[in-house]
């Protein structure tokens, strides 16, 4: 009933830049928080940015001055313009949504299916 739908992953040189998309569509009553996390080989998942419904941001302390995420609270999708990216930024980076799909149900977590980003050196 709720999908998460990622776009903009691929390869880029060191330096450059990317923009992911995440659009949540379904049946949705409220939209907490939208975020990205990344995982790399051999490694756990981490968040990489996160979004509230009110504007406010978290980073990791890695990305910080470099990635931007923002989100149109319309179409519910969140955005994260990637910049000065380097290789340890390479990664699968998963979309996450926590919301409500009913006015009396809990919130819940969704993920999406994750898109590869690969910087080469």
């Known amino acids: 009933q709720v999908q998460l739908a990622e776009s903009g992953g691929g390869l880029v040189q060191a330096g450059g830049s990317l923009r992911l998309s995440c659009a949540a569509s379904g049946s949705i009553f409220s939209l907490v928080a939208m975020g990205w996390y990344r995982q790399a080989p051999g490694k756990q998942r981490d968040l990489v940015a996160a979004?509230?419904?009110?504007?406010?941001?978290n980073y990791a302390d890695s990305v910080k001055g470099r990635f931007t995420i923002s989100r149109d609270n319309a179409k519910n999708t969140v955005y994260l313009q990637m910049n000065s990216l380097k290789a340890e930024d390479t990664a699968v980076y998963y979309c996450?949504?926590?919301?409500?799909?009913?006015?009396?149900?809990?919130?819940?977590?969704?993920w999406g299916q994750g898109t590869q980003v690969t910087v080469s050196s």
């Open positions: 979004i509230t419904s009110g504007g406010s941001t």
């Open positions: 996450n949504a926590d919301l409500a799909r009913t006015a009396s149900s809990g919130r819940v977590t969704y």
